[in-house]
T-cell receptor, first 113, second 114 residues
């Protein structure tokens, strides 16, 4: 099992550019989520999904879109990148909402100039 | 609003020594308390998950305790090794049904010196 995979590992964007961060899991988990991690702050939830076709907003959703067409994949789209979106992004999955072990991907370090 | 506070923010100890990290939480309705280890440049990895009825849970040299009355948890590391250098994150889970129910602390940055 590869667990949770994320691509790319590093990315530099210019303000206004768009991009998609990829996330995939091979554990057949229904629940997937995206977090951002900034210095001096705890992980903050951006968007989450409780199953294919179902997504919802977390604590800091502005500027980000998600979709969940399959159980395995949960991409995060930045519509028009801003310097405030410079951060490390983590995708995670687990069997259910707030239950069971949560598995994180290796992260994507994004810099917006 | 749910909150998780961790102390200390950072800690430096010598290899082989023991240490204890603290976590105070205000999470309602409470479901479980989690500890994660995050190595530099990597994603968090789950160490323990404790429910209301569990006082202690061990994972190798890591032992977590939970006092549901005082809403405190601790993570004790025994005979520290250089590989224990990492950030340790305490997470409270609520069962209120909103979002993912997880409230993350800011973490304790632990450095083990040889």
């Amino acid at each position: 099992n590869a667990g949770v995979t994320q691509t790319p590992k590093f990315q530099v964007l210019k303000t206004g550019q768009s991009m998609t961060l990829q996330c995939a899991q091979d554990m057949n988990h229904e629940y997937m989520s995206w977090y951002r991690q900034d210095p001096g702050m705890g992980l903050r939830l951006i968007h989450y999904s409780v199953g294919a076709g179902i997504t919802d907003q977390g604590e800091v959703p502005n500027g980000y879109n998600v979709s969940r067409s399959t159980t395995e994949d949960f991409p995060l789209r930045l519509l028009s990148a801003a310097p405030s979106q410079t951060s490390v992004y983590f995708c995670a999955s687990n069997q259910g909402l707030g239950v069971g072990e949560q598995f994180f991907g290796p992260g994507t370090r994004l810099t917006v100039l | 609003k749910n909150q998780v506070e961790q102390s200390p923010q950072s800690l430096i100890i010598l290899e082989g020594k023991n240490c204890t990290l603290q976590c105070n939480y205000t999470v309602s309705p409470f479901s479980n308390l989690r500890w994660y280890k995050q190595d530099t440049g990597r994603g968090p990895v789950s160490l323990t998950i404790m429910t209301f009825s569990e006082n202690t849970k061990s994972n190798g040299r890591y032992t977590a305790t939970l006092d549901a009355d005082t809403k405190q948890s601790s993570l004790h590391i025994t005979a520290s090794q250089l590989s224990d250098s990492a950030s340790y994150i305490c997470v409270g889970t609520d069962s209120g049904g909103g979002a993912d129910g997880l409230t993350f602390g800011k973490g304790t940055h632990l450095i083990i010196q040889p």
